[in-house]
Nanobody, 125 residues
Framework: QVQLVESGGGLVQGGGSLRLSCVVS????????MSWFRQGPGKEREFIAA????????YYEDSVKGRFTISRDRAKNTVSLQMNSLKPNDTAVYYC??????????????????WGQGTQVTVSS
């Protein structure tokens, strides 16, 4: 069992920044890549970024490369997503997720083992 609790969403102007955090707890975390997904209005849930819990290897969806940075702090059991140069089409509910590492990359919603509750990010134009 893995529990994930996100925080840090909110309203920001286009071009601005936000930092999302996810507190991770549970067993056998080394088996997972901690990930961020998002689901915009009328859209399917999509992969954004992942980080291997032990090695720290990172993976990004092309549209966020160079703008978003995923990181993890194993001492504090947290995963963060720093989002810069935000655009209106980044508006979505953002979910922290634990993906069994042996299943990816690529990462998709269908292979996620555990989900957080989500946090809303709204980017105004």
């Amino acid at each position: 069992q893995v529990q994930l609790v996100e925080s840090g969403g909110g309203l920001v102007q286009g071009g601005g920044s936000l930092r999302l955090s996810c507190v991770v707890s549970g067993n056998r975390l080394s088996m997972y890549a901690m990930s961020w997904f998002r689901q915009g209005p009328g859209k399917e849930r999509e992969f954004i970024a992942a980080i291997a819990w032990i090695s720290g290897s990172t993976y990004y969806e092309d549209s966020v490369k160079g703008r978003f940075t995923i990181s993890r702090d194993r001492a504090k059991n947290t995963v963060s997503l720093q989002m810069n140069s935000l655009k209106p089409n980044d508006t979505a509910v953002y979910y922290c997720a634990a993906v069994p590492q042996y299943l990816g990359p690529p990462f998709s919603a269908s292979i996620v083992g555990y989900w957080g509750q989500g946090t809303q990010v709204t980017v105004s134009s």
